[in-house]
């Protein structure tokens, strides 16, 4: 168990609608990244919060967005969902925004299934 | 970042070591090297890092050249539990956080 919660496990929905992933980082991690897993392409990064702020950002659609809380957990909004955003969405944290020694602690992912 | 290169797959008898090669020749003075691994759909998870001298923690060891310029990480007596996907990556650690996964070694470990 990393300490990083993810939720829903499991999701399935239509095309064109909207979804919402969210995401616990561990305690004390003040620093979340959303990264997208499918079969075609591996494993994506999307973007990166940093206490409340964001920090990075790799090729996140102008679909998606995201945002951390000031309780540091964050969440992922999906719209306009086509069929090839089916894919696994993990969430990962880490103590600083930098990542430290560059571990980030993964959860289990969010199985998004757009039909 | 420094882009690294991977075999696509590799087998290993259990009870044996795996030695999975990484290519990095293009790594800069101030980039680490990285090792993640991914069970099947499970959330990637961190093995270990390292700069120039090797390390060794209670998964694995990792040798870097003298040049730095590949790596191998060592899993010293393999198990059907590590079956898995290895990534090695290679970034520089005060940068914003972002790792950059590739394709990986997929690791299947045999009885």
């Known amino acids: 168990d990393s300490g990083v919660t993810q939720t829903p496990k499991h999701l399935i929905t239509a095309t064109g609608q909207r979804v919402t992933l969210r995401c616990s980082p561990r305690?004390?991690?003040?620093?979340v990244y959303w990264y997208q897993q499918s079969l075609d392409q591996g494993l994506q990064f999307l973007i990166q919060?940093?206490?409340?702020?964001?920090?990075a950002k790799g090729n996140i659609l102008e679909r998606f967005s995201a945002q951390q809380f000031p309780d540091l957990h964050s969440e992922l909004n999906l719209s306009s969902l086509e069929l090839g955003d089916s894919a696994l969405y993990f969430c990962?944290?880490?103590?600083?925004?930098?990542?430290?020694?560059?571990?980030?602690?993964f959860g289990e992912g969010s199985r998004l299934t757009v039909l | 970042d420094a882009k690294t290169t991977q075999p696509p797959s590799m087998d290993c008898a259990e009870g044996r070591a795996a030695n999975l090669p990484c290519n990095h020749s293009?790594?800069?003075?101030?980039?680490?090297v990285y090792w993640y691994r991914q069970i099947h759909s499970q959330g990637p998870q961190y093995i270990i890092h390292?700069?120039?001298n090797n390390e060794t923690n209670e998964m694995a060891s990792l040798i870097i050249t003298e040049d730095r310029k590949s790596s191998t990480l060592i899993l010293p007596h393999a198990t059907l539990r590590d079956t898995a996907v290895y990534y090695c990556?290679?970034?520089?650690?005060?940068?914003?956080?972002?790792?950059?996964f590739g394709a990986g070694t997929q690791v299947v470990v045999t009885p």
């Open positions: 990962a944290s880490s103590v600083r925004g930098t990542g430290g020694t560059g571990e980030l602690f």
């Open positions: 305690s004390g991690d003040l620093s």
């Open positions: 919060y940093y206490n409340g702020e964001e920090r």
């Open positions: 293009t790594i800069s003075g101030n980039e680490y």
């Open positions: 390292g700069l120039k």
């Open positions: 990556i290679v970034r520089v650690s005060d940068s914003w956080g972002k790792l950059q």
